[in-house]
């Protein structure tokens, strides 16, 4: 997926490129996460369409649940969906890191290599092996 730190950097706009279906897999994890909460808000929980969309919405944001839940089923599976948030959450924030994280380090590695090229160039001028 990525390239090998012997091949050059990427053009801008095959980074861009990079940066837009890193995002889409961002977008489509959060809208099922999304999807999977609002259909136990409903099915579980007991609560309305409208009250499921807020309360998943409000989880996965990180801001908390708004309605109360009644039975012990809701409240368990509030409490797994909310460790499930924070780990979608972890995730998604390391999908949307990893292309600008490796370019980084690839610029990093690229000038690590042209520096031991150069050293070795001197090397061999001057007879140092």
Known sequence: MYEHR??????R??????MIKHGLTAFLLLGGSL????????SICGMGWIDSILNASMILGGMGPVSPIENDS????A???????????????????APMAHRILHYLHLEEDET??????????TGKD
């Open 13 to 18: 706009s095959r980074f861009f490129r990079r």
């Open 116 to 125: 031991t090229s150069r050293q070795r160039s001197l090397d061999s001028l």
């Open 35 to 42: 999807g999977l909460g609002i259909v136990g808000y409903h």
């Open 79 to 97: 409490a797994f969906y909310a460790l499930f948030s924070g780990v979608i959450f972890l995730v998604v924030v390391g999908i949307m890191l």
């Open 74 to 77: 809701g409240k368990l599976f």
């Open 6 to 11: 012997s091949h050059p950097v990427l053009t």
